[in-house]
């Protein structure tokens, strides 16, 4: 899974940042950062708070524009106005509040703003058909797709959100803090969805704080530190310790 | 792992769900037979054919004002300037007409436009001045009914060409015009909400700001589109009013507000926004004529419909806070409520 480094060509990077800035007023949140996914590959994006994680999450899925650098979508340059602009390039999202309407139930959910149209009227039969079906195939265990999602647990709901952007297509899945709120049983389930989401053709950022799950699902670990990338290694060789020190700034030595 | 249940396999929330959605809006049709039910025996005038035709007739203009507040309010917004507008549009379309040598179409045209205008400035301020549409439409409500006012220079016009009566006082077979024309309206208003991506729109946009942003849908559009259909509305209600007075004057109209307004409440759209729909209010604005119509036959002095409309406003937020579980009676206590 990991990337052939060094022998023959690399491959086109799925999404790519080159020297992206963000300030916002006087704090630099991001001084220059080049981040590329490549196909297939799933990625971890760590840094303690405040070291730019989000920002550079949100100007990949065009919640937020950058002030210089420039973005490049299967090697062609992007810009991004709006979510919307970044969904239609392939860019689909997890976010960490999930995004979810309370008050809808799950397949209207996962067809948020994409509602399938038959002569006029909303498709509902086959928006439960497809919603079923993509929950299947991601074993997701749901009571219904008609249960408005305000019924459901933190981990079910987390499992909506993931089914909303598997379904949605597109080359790059991002999940910010897919874990975050979830408890350790459905933190482990989400976890698995996650290895389960790699069989496709799917590259995949994971912003996380718990390294347990970065080095449970990540193919290869990037570290910001102050708005810079501090470093990224892949997860064969590396351990713990080795991200801790990058995270925090301490030098690699042995002695700890 | 197994796949999710079976689509037909309802769960028990889900069908709490369902049975309450049911008794929600089938609560307000249950009341409103209850309440012809007690007017029927209270007074023999009440249960005829005319009498009841004619809290219908009643019921169409300010139907038509409640539907377009009712779309606003589930899009996550409020309108309280519609009973202006239809002021305004009814002042206007009149002085259109009169001042034109009697040219009905230009001034339905005339009337429909302003009142467009005025639910696009409603749209406009809130969405891009980032004013609170209370007060955007508060200041709407204002600046309608003054200008209501100024058009006909406070004087009351009339005597409009037979073809404008019509959308008024005309009938098909014993069913006035405005009653079929409030039907149409409520009928097109409930398909476009339940049966199209824009009513999936509107109720997602009321349901979460954040998540239909982040969906992508276009919010902007969302919006502007309900404060103009409310606006349009209200202008088609103006001339269906100044239609069946044949008449036309800023003050026509004047407590339609509070009966709108009283008409979604009761009929259980959210104050909230992201949930309710126009059926709920079409029993509520027949529930409002009711009320208005029975305190007549039971010779009750007029100025207490008001009175009585605010009263139950009040009633059916408290049985409808009850319902949802958010409020039990002891509550309502001071002393006893749960820390």
Redesign the interface.
Known sequence: MSLAVGSGPQPQPVVEARGVTKAYGHVQALGGVDFAVYPGETVALVGDNGAGKSTLIKILCG?LQPDSGRLYVGGEEAHFA???DA?LRGIS?V?Q????????DVA?NVF????P?RF???DRRRM?QET?TV??EL??????????VR?LSGGQRQAVAIARAVHQGGRLLIMDEPTAALGVQEGTKVLQLIEGLKSRDLAIVVVSHNLEHVFAVADRIVVLRGGKVAGSRAKAGSTHSDIVHMIVGADVGGAA | MTGIAHRSARTNAETREAVKRFFRTGSIFIALALLWTALAFASPYFFTQQNILNILLQSSTVGILAAGVTLVLIAGEIDISVASVQALAATVSATVIITHDGSVALGIAAGILVAVVAGSLNGYATIYARIPSFIVTLAMLGIAQGAAFLVTGGQAIGEFPHSYGVLGQGKVGPVPVPVIIAGAVYLVLHLLLSQTPFGLNVYAVGGSRNASRLAGLRIERTIMTVFVISGALSGLAGIILSARLDAAHGSFGASDLLDAVAAVVIGGTSLFGGAGGVIGTLGGVVIISTIRNGLVLLNVEAFWTQVVVGGVILVAVLLDQMFKGELAPRDLVPGLRRA
């Open positions: 919640a709006s979510p919307r969904r999202v976010y509040d999930l995004a979810l309407v309370e008050n809808f209207h948020l703003g994409r509602a149209v006029g009227r909303v439960a079923t929950l299947t074993t997701v265990e749901l009571p219904s797709v008609r249960t408005p019924f």
